[in-house]
C-alpha cells in the first residue's frame, strides 16, 4: 500500500507538496517527487520551488523489495516514470515476460518489474495497445500514474481493489490516491472507474483505454483502516461505513458486562463511537497512543513499537472495559496492551472487532505476505481470544461487514481465502516473504 499523487498544470511543484501531508498516512517509509524539467525526468525530496508543469509524489509503505528503502517514483531513462498502489501478485511472470524481450532482471520489488514491463509495452506497441496489454497480463490490485514521454497515464485495475480519483481546481489536473486529498485543496473530484485508463497528452488531448470487465472486488481493509475516514471509495462515505460496521457490533451478543468502551487508536474511533451509542455506554479515550510515530501497522517491523501506547490507570481500576478495534492482523497492540489494562486492576477486558477475523495473506497491497503471520489463521474465535488474554473476543461475519458497507463487491479474501483471481499461496507467499523473512521472525 502507497500513497500515490500527480499535478499536471502551472506550478505543478507546489501542488504535489501540498499534497503529501493528506496522503502520507497511506505510506511512512519516505516521501518523493520526480517533476518534468526542461526536457528531463528530475528525483527530487523537495519540488516546491521547481518549475515544471507535471510531477509525480509518493509515499511508500512496502509490501515487497526491501524495507525502509525510498525507491519510487522510479525513472527510467529520460522519458518514463512511474509512482504506483498496490502489488502486482503475478511479478514473477512479468519477469519471465521480460526476459522474451531481451531484458534481464533479477529482483523482488514488484514496482520495479511493473516499470520495466509498463515501459517496454509502451515503447513496443504504443499507449493504447501497450496499456491493452497490461490490462490483460497484469494480476493484482493496483493504481498507476505515470510519465510517458509527453503523456501523463493513470490506470486502475479492472476490479477496483485501489483507490484513485481525479479532480481540478481549475488551474491543473490532479490524481491521488483519496478524494480526501483534492477536497483539502478545494478541488472538484471524481473517482477513475475500475478498469480504465487515462492518458493526458502534452497536446492538451486526452482519451480513455478500457481494461477487461471483470468482477469487482473492492478491497474490504480500504474501509476499515487504512483510507482517511473523509474520503469516498466506490461512490461511498468512508465514515458511514465505518459507522454501520460499529452499529452492527454493538447488536452482537455478550455485551452486557461493560463499564465503559475505548477505541484502540486511531483508526476504530469512529466504529467505537457508534458502538457505544448502540450499548448504551459511556466511551473514553482510555488507550493514548504517542500520535507523532505514526501508523504502527505499516511500519516495518523492527519500528512496531509497544512505547506508543499508554493506559489510563485511574479509570480503568474495577471497570469491565470492552477495547474496539477495526481489525486485528498480527494481535501484536493487544498483547502488548492488555496487561498494561491488567496491571491497572481492570476487572474485565472485552475485545471488539468491527471486521471478520483475518486468517489469509493479502498480495494485492497490504503487508501481511505470510499465513504464519496471522493471529487468526489456523485458531478459533476462542484460541484467538486466550492467545490475545482478553475475557471475550467478538468480530463481525463476512455478511454483516458487506451489510455494514453496502456493497457485495468487496475482496474478502483476507477473511476467506477467495481471492479475485486464481492464486497459488504456497508460490505467493515465498515470492513475496523473500528477504522480509527475518524482519518476521525478529517479531
Known amino acids: 500500500m502507497c500513497g500515490i499523487w500527480a499535478f499536471l498544470g502551472l506550478n505543478a511543484g507546489n501542488y504535489v507538496v501540498k499534497l503529501a501531508p493528506w496522503l502520507i498516512h497511506r505510506g511512512q517509509e519516505g516521501v518523493s517527487f520526480v517533476c518534468h524539467v526542461d526536457g528531463s525526468l528530475v528525483r527530487l525530496s523537495d519540488v516546491s520551488t521547481i518549475s515544471s508543469t507535471l510531477c509525480l509524489g509518493h509515499a ?105 480519483v481525479i479532480g481540478s481546481d481549475g488551474n491543473g489536473i490532479a490524481i491521488a490516491s483519496e478524494s480526501a486529498a483534492l477536497e483539502a485543496l478545494g478541488m472538484t473530484w471524481r473517482e477513475v472507474e475500475p478498469g480504465k485508463a487515462l492518458a493526458l497528452h502534452g497536446s492538451g488531448r486526452e482519451h480513455w483505454v478500457e481494461g ?26 468512508v465514515y458511514d461505513a465505518r459507522r454501520k460496521l460499529g452499529m452492527v457490533l454493538a447488536h452482537k451478543e455478550g455485551n452486557h458486562d461493560i463499564d465503559i468502551v475505548t477505541p484502540v487508536p486511531e483508526t476504530a474511533r469512529i466504529a467505537a463511537e457508534a458502538y457505544a451509542e448502540g450499548i448504551g455506554k459511556p466511551i473514553h479515550e482510555l488507550i493514548i497512543k504517542n500520535r507523532y510515530v505514526g501508523r504502527s501497522f505499516i511500519k516495518p517491523p523492527r519500528e512496531r513499537s509497544v512505547n506508543m501506547y499508554n493506559v489510563i490507570r485511574d479509570i480503568v481500576k474495577g471497570r469491565s472495559i470492552s477495547l474496539v478495534d477495526d481489525s486485528i492482523i498480527r494481535g501484536d497492540t493487544f498483547r502488548k496492551v492488555l ?105
Not at 94 to 103: M, W
Not at 215 to 236: K, M, Q, T, V
Request: a neutral charge; charged letters at 25%.
Open 60 to 164: 511508500r509503505y512496502s509490501t515487497s523489495g526491501p524495507y525502509g528503502v525510498e525507491l519510487q517514483p522510479i525513472v527510467l531513462g529520460n522519458d518514463f516514470a512511474l509512482v504506483f498502489n498496490g502489488t502486482i501478485s503475478n511479478y514473477v511472470e512479468l519477469i519471465s515476460k521480460l526476459r522474451d524481450f531481451g531484458i534481464g532482471i533479477r529482483t523482488n520489488y514488484d514496482a520495479l518489474v511493473l516499470a520495466h514491463y509498463m515501459r517496454e509495452l509502451l515503447s513496443r506497441r504504443g499507449i493504447d495497445d501497450g496499456i491493452s496489454e497490461l490490462f490483460h497480463t497484469l494480476r493484482g490490485g493496483y493504481s498507476i500514474i505515470a510519465i510517458w514521454r509527453d503523456s501523463l497515464i493513470v490506470i486502475r485495475d479492472p476490479w477496483g481493489i485501489r483507490p484513485l
Open 212 to 237: 477487461p470487465r471483470v468482477r469487482r472486488a473492492y478491497c474490504a481493509l480500504e474501509y476499515i483502516y487504512f483510507l482517511r475516514p473523509d474520503s469516498h471509495f466506490n461512490g461511498i462515505s
Open 339 to 443: 496487561p498494561r489494562f491488567r496491571r491497572s486492576g481492570t476487572r474485565a477486558i472485552h475485545v471488539r472487532v468491527s471486521s471478520p477475523p483475518i486468517r489469509y495473506p493479502c498480495f494485492m497491497g497490504m503487508d501481511f505476505p505470510t499465513r504464519r503471520e496471522l493471529v487468526a489463521h489456523g485458531r478459533s474465535i476462542d484460541e484467538v481470544r486466550g492467545y490475545l488474554g482478553a475475557d471475550s473476543l467478538v468480530y463481525l461475519t463476512v455478511d454483516e461487514l458487506m451489510d455494514s458497507i453496502g456493497t457485495t463487491e468487496l475482496c474478502t479474501a483476507c477473511f476467506t481465502g477467495n481471492y479475485p483471481f486464481t492464486i497459488n499461496i504456497d508460490e505467493s507467499e515465498k515470492a513475496f516473504s523473500g528477504d522480509r523473512v527475518w524482519e518476521s521472525q525478529a517479531l
